[in-house]
């Protein structure tokens, strides 16, 4: 054998041969797979979105009763301020003739 400039000595075998179907068939699966991998995180992050939809209509709902409790407790408190008050105290009860229906 003889040796000439830039040209390889060694030749390597290769371990199995792939013919052209093949390696589009590889292509094709490859493709597949990363598609299915691809699809199940889009579906987990969609979960996710749904799921913290979810509690931002919970929080919302439970910030609108606790401003309605809040109202409530004001409401009350006003109510045993104004019966504890001095002009409260000083009131005679009204008397049933002279109130109109």
Request: proline letters at 2%; a positive charge; zero cysteines.
């Given at each position: ?61 439970l910030k609108g009763e606790n401003q309605l409790y ?32």
């Amino acid at each position: 054998m003889a040796y000439r400039r830039n040209t390889n000595t060694v030749h390597h075998q290769r371990l199995f041969n792939l013919g052209a179907y093949q390696k589009y068939a590889i292509l094709v699966l490859l493709i597949a797979g990363l598609s299915i991998l691809y699809i199940n995180q889009v579906t987990k992050l969609d979960l996710f979105n749904y799921q913290a939809a979810n509690l931002e209509k919970e929080l919302e709902q439970l910030k609108g009763e606790n401003q309605l409790y809040q109202v409530e407790a004001t409401r009350l408190q006003s109510i045993q301020v104004i019966k504890e008050s001095k002009v409260a105290n000083e009131m005679v009860p009204a008397d049933p003739q002279f109130i109109k229906s």
